[in-house]
Structures are given as C-alpha cells and as structure tokens.
C-alpha cells in the first residue's frame, strides 16, 4: 500500500470586502483540522484567495490586477506554507497569477511536505466570454482577465506518488486527464469555481450542475485509473450562487468521500495510490490498447467538422 492521507478542504464564500489575510487564516483554520486527522496533502479550490472576480466587467483589465498575486509565496501566503511546513503537510490551491513579464493565468500549484512548489499549471480550457454579454444572466469573463494556460497538463512525483494538477472547466475535458494518465498520474488535484446556475440557461440548476461535475470527474477517474479530488468554493459569494459538491474519486470512479454543505468543509480519506495499478495494466494498459492512427482529428481538429 501507498497512502497517501487526503484532506480536500471545501471553501464557503469569499466576498470582495475579505481581505486576502481573512482567507488564509480560514485556509489554515482547514489545514489544522486535516492536519489532526492525519492528512498528507491537503487541497483548496480554484481562486481560493479571492472573491471569483471574471463575473465582474471591466472596461480597463488592469483594474482587476489587484486581485493577482505577483510572487508565491508572499506576504499574505507566508503563513500558510509556514503553517504547512511545520505540520509537514504537503499544500495544493488556485490562484490569479500575474508574471513578471505581464502575463496573467489562472494557476495552481502543488507542494511537498517541507512547503516546496514542486508543481505549477495554468488552466488551459479556459470558458466564458471576453466582452460583456448583455444576454447572459451574469457574466463570466475568464476570456478576459485569463490567458491559456502555457504549461501543458504535467505531472510530478512528490510524497512516492504521480501527481497532476487542473482547474475547474479543465475537468469536463477528457483530453486534460488522458494527458496526465498517458504520464501515469495516479492524483489528480482540481480545485473549482461553479456558479449554481448556467449563465445561458437558467434551467441549468444545481442538481444538474452537481451531476455534470461528478460525472466528469468519476469518468475521467476511471478512464485513466486514478484517484481525483475535486475541491469546490462554494456558497453564496457576493450574491451569486456556486454549488459545493467537492469530491474524492477513487480509481474506479467512485465517490469515495464528498462535501454535505457549502460552507467550509473539509473531507479526509486515506487514498491507497497502488489502487491504481490493476487498471493501468488491464483495461487501461495505454501502450497495449490505444491506436493513435485512428486519433488524428483529436489533435489536429477544433471545430466539428461534418462529413461531405
């Protein structure tokens, strides 16, 4: 067996008057608690510093750089890795990201058990809108404030495990988890944002909304057989409604754990990596089963193409 201990801390609402040292110390208030059920690793959702800014239009996009981080860790992060270290807790959470050279990504990072980041990812499938749609019942302008992510879907080993990382709408795509599962990724860590209602069709409501979300990530466990933990903001934020829902998928796509509320929350299983070997080498054997000379449109095709 190789367990790795999971904490998947579930995050209520953060609102654009928290100030970023209120999050953390909500962030470290779930460390602790994962930290005192034994976890290894403990993952937060997609933005968890801040309120989900994309709803908001802006006319000038560098009026929403003040919810970036320009370095990692920073001041306002310090004592959550700090926290992180002396538990020997492995940390994994989203945020805005701004370079150096004024470039801006939704990222995620991954790190070891002494605060290291030994893994970074942009978020590549990248949904909504860049200018402000007057049809929609709210806006999501993660087109406008966001970048593709430029780093591809990797994985890293960290705590004698194969670890990647993706964000939110990257978990409806097979392609995002294939990636990683032709790396041998036996975690996958997703964090989400996802309003409770679609924007575009408001009899899009929660319960089809949680439906859509599991089932992506059961079925993307299991394809590639491995462990996902997807980790939810949830709640009421500024007005507009996001579902909880986070989960721990296990190898075969089954809900191990998943979140009662969408408040604060944390979720805590002992995840045995070597669950999925037996996958990887039967059903899911890539080098044995998979013909890449039937595959060429998945990578050289965008649009649907209809047959002449």
């Not at 087109?143 to 990797?154: A, H, Q, V």
Request: hydrophobic share 35%; aromatic share 10%.
């Amino acid at each position: 067996m190789r367990n790795i201990t999971v904490g998947a801390a579930q995050m209520g609402a953060i609102h654009k008057a928290d100030s970023r040292e209120t999050v953390v110390e909500r962030m470290i208030a779930l460390l602790d608690e994962a930290a005192a059920q034994g976890a290894d690793l403990v993952a937060y959702p997609e933005l968890a510093l801040t309120t989900f800014f994309p709803r908001w239009y802006m006319e000038d996009r560098a009026e929403a750089d003040s919810w970036f981080e320009r370095d990692m860790p920073n001041q306002a992060t310090q004592p959550l890795f700090d926290r992180a270290r002396e538990h020997r807790v492995a940390i994994a959470f989203g945020y805005a990201e701004l370079t150096p050279d004024g470039h801006r990504f939704n990222t995620s990072i991954v790190t070891d058990r002494d605060g290291n980041i030994v893994g970074k990812y942009r978020k590549v499938h990248l949904p909504g809108h860049i200018e402000f749609d007057p049809e929609r019942s709210f806006q999501h302008l993660e087109k406008r404030y966001f970048e593709p992510g430029d780093l591809g879907f990797n994985v890293w080993r960290n705590m004698d495990a194969w670890m990647g990382l993706c964000i939110c709408n990257d978990r409806r795509w097979p392609e995002t988890y294939r990636e990683m599962g032709l790396q041998g990724v036996e975690l996958v860590l997703l964090g989400y944002n996802t309003p409770s209602v679609n924007s575009q069709a408001d009899e899009e409501g929660p319960e089809r909304r949680l439906f859509h979300s599991e089932l992506s990530m059961q079925a993307g466990a299991y394809q590639n057989s491995t462990w996902v933990v997807g980790v939810a903001k949830g709640g009421v934020e500024d007005g507009f409604p996001m579902i909880g829902g986070s989960v721990i998928v296990d190898p075969n796509g089954y809900v191990v754990a998943r979140a009662k509320t969408e408040e604060d929350e944390l979720l805590v299983h002992a995840c045995d990596m070597d669950l999925c070997n037996f996958g990887k080498q039967t059903i899911f054997d890539f080098k044995r089963h998979r013909r890449t000379e039937h595959y060429q449109r998945i990578t050289s095709q965008v649009g649907v193409v209809l047959p002449e």
